[in-house]
């Protein structure tokens, strides 16, 4: 009897192990079915185990089914509240639905506990980029590496950081520019129409431009797409064609390879190609980048190859008034620009001041006004504005 009394309940302990087992096996082999039918077994038979709620938990999540997996996690929690890995795993939950207020709450409450944690950081930052906030993106991938972050972890969020924020999504809209000339009327107009889609490490988008000058008028379709190379760099590339040749490159090709320099730079070295029925201009720039802050400050120096050599400087700030669609921006330019009012190369300096911001959660606005003053004397003065739509 005694024997036997011992036996049993090592007989269970060694069941229940085998179960966790073979349940982990399926689970990391992407066998879901099999794995959430173990794990109902021990839930079964041991109700309220944390291994079996957390591990069915993201099974569930995996599965798409994101209510019944908070249930699940939000019980491990309860019932093991310095059960870290639960927490990862709840934030997650809602940070894949896009509930990005319920995640701040449970990543406040793990990091009272696990505050030295890297992953909490990582993940912090992943919300902060779903909500198109870089600033405190950068500040959390930061926190995380000095935590002992694996660069292979930071080095796509810092790249997502500073030119792809926000999840999957569609935009489209239209654009308006009207130029007007200190010796008469406007002899300058835009029209645009684009989409563009945002991904993982990567931005694709296609434009149809319209262009009019003294009631001449051109073309110009544009593809423009950015691509994630490796965990430092990505690369971007654009194109775009004049129809009619009248006053637009036959060609416009550019490609520019950027990389991060830590958290709060990137450099960035290009070559753009414009190329005029009897003319080609060769353009190789190199730019620097810096994220203080709430600012974004860039400075491209180009060198511009055209029977001859000349220099183009162009300078830009930009202030954040919120997220990655509310600033303030202020661009200068100076030196060698291509004046399409007559198909020069002039010496000229422009500056031109952009306000953008979301009159609804899916709404952007940008509004530009420009001024230039080329080397003849003559003032440019133009205003544009471009609404869009998110989803």
Not at 274 to 303: E, Q, T
Request: aromatic fraction near 14%.
């Amino acid at each position: 009897m005694i024997l036997l009394a011992f036996t049993l309940p090592l007989a269970a302990e060694n069941d229940y192990q085998a179960l966790h087992q073979k349940g982990r096996e399926f689970y990391q082999g992407n066998r879901d079915p099999e794995a959430l039918d173990i794990y109902n077994k021990i839930l079964e038979q041991y109700p309220g185990d944390t291994d079996a709620l957390l591990f069915r938990g993201r099974l569930l999540a995996r599965l798409s089914l994101f209510e019944e997996a908070e249930k699940d996690l939000k019980a491990v929690i309860r019932n093991a509240p310095d059960y870290n890995d639960a927490y990862y795993a709840l934030v997650s939950v809602f940070y894949w639905q896009e509930k990005t207020d319920s995640a701040r709450i449970y990543l406040e409450r793990w990091k009272f506990r696990d505050a030295e944690n890297p992953d909490l950081y990582i993940l912090s930052a992943r919300v902060a980029l779903a909500e198109r906030d870089p600033t405190s993106a950068r500040k959390e991938l930061e926190n995380a590496a000095a935590r002992g972050a694996e660069s292979t972890e930071l080095g796509p969020l810092l790249l997502q950081s500073n030119h792809f924020p926000g999840n999957f999504y569609h935009q489209a809209g239209m654009y308006y520019e009207y130029l007007l000339l200190d010796r008469g009327k406007s002899d300058w107009q835009h029209g645009q129409a684009y989409y563009q889609f945002n991904g993982e490490g990567v931005i694709i988008r296609g434009e149809v431009n319209v262009f009019r000058r003294n009631a001449q008028t051109d073309m110009a379709p544009l593809f423009d797409a950015y691509f994630t190379l490796s965990d430092k760099y990505y690369l971007n590339t654009r194109f775009q064609a004049g129809v009619n040749g009248v006053f637009l490159p036959r060609v416009d090709a550019l490609a520019e390879l950027f990389r991060t320099v830590g958290t709060r730079n990137e450099a960035a070295i290009s070559y753009r190609l414009m190329h005029f029925d009897s003319l080609a201009v060769h353009i190789p720039s190199f730019a620097w980048a810096a994220y203080p802050g709430k600012w974004y400050l860039r400075d491209k120096l180009s060198m511009i190859i055209n029977r001859g050599i000349s220099w183009q400087n162009q300078l830009t700030l930009r202030y954040f008034l919120g997220d990655a669609d509310n600033y303030l921006q202020l661009m200068h330019v100076l030196g060698t620009d291509f004046n399409v009012l007559n198909n020069e190369w002039l010496q000229s300096m422009s500056f031109a001041l952009s306000y953008s911001r979301t009159l609804t959660e899916d709404i952007p606005l940008l509004a530009v006004l420009s001024w230039t003053r080329d080397e003849d004397g003559t003032n440019r003065i133009g205003g544009s504005l471009g609404l869009s739509y998110r989803w």
